[in-house]
Structure formats: C-alpha cells, structure tokens
C-alpha cells in the first residue's frame, strides 16, 4: 500500500522559510511518473481551489505556479524516498493546506492544473505565514 505522509508545516512569520517532506513508503519515488504539491486556501472549495504549486516529473523536469515561482523549489531525494517542497520569502497568501501527492500514469503526463491525474495523496499539513 502506497503512503504519503507529510511533515514541516506550521507557523511562520512573512519572508522566512519553510520545508516541508512528504516520506513515501509501499513505493519508490523515483517511479512516480510524476510527483508534486498542492494547497488549499483557507475557505475555499477542496473540490474545485486547489491549487497545483509545483510538480516533479520521473525526468527530473519541474513546473511552477506563477504565485511561487522564484520562491519556491520541488526537489526529490531518491535515497530518502522523499518529496520536499523548500519555500522562501513566504507571503501571508502561501497561507494553506499543503498535500503532497503522486501518480504513476505515463499517459498523464506531469501537470499542475491535472489534479485528478494524482492517484496518492498525502494527509496535508497547515502552513500559516503572518505578518
């Protein structure tokens, strides 16, 4: 059975930062087809405004959303069999659920906007930035 479980989240002030880790066990995550990072907005829909932050491709390639570009960085750790998402220069708007999640679909491709693609899904965990 393949797990995600997610550590990291918490209380920050504004323009520090914040790494989060999603452990992956039942898999390895060099064969996800693609691996990535998504957060929910407080108040907001979980069915329809989630956003897809950034994705990791079994290639190595990495895609971004326009609101953390530059600050934030996906990265995979194959020995640790770990996700990480490293955030800096934190805004109060990064405020939100943050999952980790994973598929293995080699016809889905690696997509943010393609949320219904990831088939694993970790437990979430709240990141909360003030100023």
């Known amino acids: 059975q393949v797990q995600l479980v997610l550590s990291g989240g918490g209380l920050v002030q504004a323009v520090e930062s914040l790494n989060l880790a999603c452990v ?5 995550v060099s064969g996800f087809r693609c691996m990535g990072w998504f957060r929910q907005a407080p108040g907001t829909d979980p069915d329809t405004e989630r956003e897809g932050v950034a994705v990791l491709s079994l290639d190595g390639s990495a895609s971004y959303g ?19 998402l490293q955030m800096t220069s934190l805004k109060a708007e990064d405020s939100a659920i943050y999952f980790c999640a ?21 437990q979430g965990t709240q990141v909360t930035v003030y100023t």
Request: glycine content about 12%; some cysteine; aromatic content about 16%.
């Open 24 to 28: 992956v066990s039942g898999y390895t």
């Open 102 to 122: 994973a598929h293995t679909n080699i016809w889905a491709g690696c997509n943010r906007g393609y949320e219904s693609a990831f088939t694993h899904w970790g």
């Open 66 to 84: 326009d609101s953390v570009k530059g600050r934030f960085t996906i990265s995979r750790d194959n020995a640790k069999n770990t996700l990480y």
